[in-house]
């Protein structure tokens, strides 16, 4: 492959658990770079790690992890070929207001019993498990 960019969005489910395997990483040119925006679950984390301390591919533009916040012990932190950014993927004007009055709105409707608004049910069974 010539790719010289692989960028993730995709949603995290059954097929898509660590869909991006070493496999796949090891496909990619030394001079690829991989961004991942949509759900940490998809990228083997381990292998891209890896692949990034022995120089197998240039660098990685990380949004989200397997597990999140990304704990401090990470060795993406130390890595210089890394790029990590905050999991906020909308911080134009008045983003933290509209966050602030959805998370109120559905705490009161978690209090008073009611159906949040945006409440999605997942059986347990379907949770993806990492």
């Not at 984390?45 to 301390?53: F, G, H, K, S, T």
Request: glycine residues 4%; hydrophobic residues 45%.
């Amino acid at each position: 492959p010539t790719a010289d960019w692989l960028v993730l969005a995709a949603p995290l489910n059954a097929s898509s658990i660590r869909m991006i395997s070493a496999a796949v990483l090891d496909a990619l040119p030394p001079h690829a770079h991989v961004i991942n925006v949509g759900r940490g679950g998809v990228l083997d984390e381990q292998a891209l790690v890896l692949a990034l301390q022995e120089q197998r591919l240039a660098g990685a533009y990380l949004d989200v992890f397997e597990i999140e916040p990304l704990p401090p012990d990470s060795p993406l932190w130390d890595l210089p070929n890394v790029l990590i950014s905050p999991h906020d993927s909308a911080p134009e004007s008045g983003q933290s207001a509209r966050c602030r009055h959805i998370f109120f709105n559905h705490l009161r409707q978690y209090l008073s019993g009611s159906r949040m608004v945006h409440e999605e049910q997942v059986s347990p069974a379907a949770r993806p498990k990492l």
